[in-house]
């Protein structure tokens, strides 16, 4: 087939320039008379580079919402001053923001471009109308956040991800109007239809070629091309497509994410007149009620988990490595799934996924027409506000929802659209008379309220969210996360969804399956227990689980001082929690190991969280060894000697434990098969804090210009950890590069994260440095009173 190949094509001058538009910007916290307006002096503004929340960097206080972390929001305007060449006369500029948080209004030279309430979906404007050409340019974003306790969770404020610029010619390819569909999957390949939707403002019909082009990512091998040609009208759109045979194509899969490269050519006469490149993968998706999911025709099991979008210190502006440690990380947990909860994420997040292997449910809102509480004083206590997206989603839900679908289609990694999370939360805000009734066991805020909001509207809104998702992919089904499944079988509202969550309602999987045999079912939020995770391992029709959280988040805090939830297998620095090792060994298809301890207590049942990887206790205490293992059995070791039995794995607790009295030195677990050793892990009494270690992931890509993540960890003489360490660290840093932060990660310091001094929490920190210039070296030391320092060089 590639022997058909087009004649030569004659490149044009200039066709779709993208630039990274986030360098420059200067910033005000707080509301501008005239703030758009161009002349205005602000050389009292801060500058500031983009991503940028500006929240995360003002003291928390316990006047502050708890839902947000006791983090302030307010009102901000951002500017930027840019030259627009006079050769982009006569063709069409815009401005593409991936999210602004939120109540956002651009301006361009003065005029007002249009506002989007909606923080988290990606939006752009057409600036052509209003450019000066040959002269400088001013963009204004005011940004709206008073309401700052919108959101049952830490959000941002500001212009919290990347900003592009992009010129094009008056003909063109549509923003978010090329899409795939991979129709088979074989040894010999794929079959892909590629569509694209083609824009024509100008004032004259064209003839047009719009080609599209496969290519292997690693080798650049061009694998398909096929073409088809059209007239399109002036101030018309037109979609065209292909068929494509993409020989030698492998698919992509979580054990193998194999990504291609999709190219689409705009000609105009022969002449390229637009290009546009997208990664692309090739798979098949299969949902059935009785055996659950099948990803190219092979049944599993997601090991999902829930994540929010910000990342401690950093808040909601999150470089691209920070989520990629993250997301590594988690997929060592044997974490295959993501649930973007609960609004669509950073570009970045979704990419990743691609590369990493990682399934995504993607999702839209936390609430419909009308708002949840929002808790201030504390974790359900108090008076709650009411706040947030409802007064916006009669006008803009449907816009919103599409506009995410329309972004992010592309991705192999997603397999659902989520139409809502816990929008059915029985009497928060929508009520049903079966609340009465005994037998729905979920009276929350209390029986039957007649006042609050008709249960029955979300039968009807799901109905209409739905066809929004039908109407921009019928590739994937469309899902909601269900809070009050029993109340919500009186509206519909399941059965307007091609696949139902449920949240954390195992104990319905089984009876709702005989009552609706024809409901595809998974959990969409889950508990940490065993039992939850078995409600899935042990049914072949319910497909996987997604636990609430994979880290921990800023926001949802508890009583003061809480920065956040500690619902995560990371926690806010990203390192792995006990939990974490607890679901590794439940997940992972490799035989592993893990050693924690605790001070046996009666009564303390969760042995996942509280089983910390330590070994320093008083002589004679009683201490119980947990142990983590898919292995059949384990035995322990300390100072080189067997100690207790050999114990058989616990499928009702997943743990195996011995209760010993404490002895100083070297405690080692080791997990057996067939009475053979094949895992092990080790913890050591450690002495006194002495020196500090400073290491950087090198597994990450790009480069320091991207972003450093340095690991700093205190020991002691014979650099054993000392787990129990806490002592403050001063970060140096010399040379062309800035620290962004130090992550602690201990939920219940509320102190000071703007400086270069942080404490260490159960004996390490994590430092985000970036670099400011290409080349040059960096050289970042840390140090803390009476412990020996640790200068690490970055870059040479």
Known sequence: MLAMLLPLIMIAQTVRQSQLFDNDWKFYKGDVENGEKNG????????????????????????????????????GWYRKSFFMDADKKGK????????????????????????????????FYDLTPHLKYGDTNVIAVRVDHSKYNDARWYTGSGICRNVYLNTVNPLHLQQWGTNYYTSSIDKKGAVVLVGSIVQNTSSADAKITVLQEVFDKKTNQLLARGKQSATIKAGNNLELNVRLNVYGAQAWSVESPNLYKLKTSLLQDKNLVDDETANIGFRTLLFDANSGFALNGTSMKLKGVCI??????????????????RLKTLKT????????????????????????????MDEAFDEWKYPKKKWIEGWNVGTPGFDGYAPNFEQWGEKDLADMILRDRRHPSIIMWSIGNEVDYPNDPYSHPVMDSAKIGQQVFGR??????????????????????????????????????????????????????YNYTENRYEMDHKTYPRRILYGSENRHDMASWKAVRDSKNIFGQFLWTGIDYLGESGRWPARGSQSGLLNLGGFVKPNGYFRRALWADT???????????????????????????????TIRVVCYTNCPQAKLRLNGNDIGTVKNYDDATGIIFWDIPYTPGKLEVVALKDNQP????????????????????????????????????VVDENNIPVVLADNNITCAVEGPAKLLGLEGSDNSNTGNYTDNVQRVYQGKLLAYIQ?????????????SPLLQSATIELRK
């Open 771 to 783: 670099s400011s210039k290409p080349n040059g070296t960096v050289s970042v030391t840390f140090s």
């Open 92 to 123: 069409e500029t815009n401005i593409y923001f991936e999210g602004v948080t939120n109540n956002s209004e651009v301006f361009i030279n003065g005029h007002s471009l249009g506002k989007r309430p909606n923080g988290f979906v990606s939006f």
């Open 40 to 75: 205005l002096d602000v050389s009292k503004w801060m500058p500031v580079e983009l991503p940028h929340d500006w929240a995360v960097k003002e003291p928390m206080s316990p006047s502050n919402a708890s839902a947000a972390g006791y983090l302030p929001g307010g009102i």
């Open 333 to 360: 947990l044997g974490c295959n799934a993501i649930r973007m909860s609960h609004n669509p994420q950073d570009p970045d997040v979704y990419d990743l996924c691609d590369e990493l292997g990682l399934l995504v």
């Open 308 to 325: 929010h979008h910000d990342a401690g210190v950093l808040g909601a502006a999150v470089p691209r490595q920070v989520w990629e440690r």
């Open 448 to 501: 039957y309220l007649p006042n609050n909001p008709d249960a029955m509207e979300l039968g009807v809104i799901s109905r209409k969210l739905v066809q929004v998702v039908k109407a921009n992919d019928t590739t994937r089904p469309s899902t909601a996360a269900l809070a009050g499944v029993v109340m919500s079988n009186y509206t519909g509202y399941p059965d307007a969804v091609d696949v139902a969550g």
């Open 591 to 621: 035989p592993v190991v893990y050693i924690g301890t605790f001070q046996a207590k009666p009564n303390r049942r969760n042995m996942a969280n509280y089983a910390p990887a330590i070994w320093n206790y008083n002589d004679g205490d």
């Open 678 to 713: 094949v895992a092990n892990d080790v913890i050591q009494t450690s002495g006194r804090p002495y020196k500090l270690i400073a290491t950087i992931d090198k597994t990450l890509s790009g480069t320091l210009n991207d972003l450093a993540q340095v690991i700093v960890s």
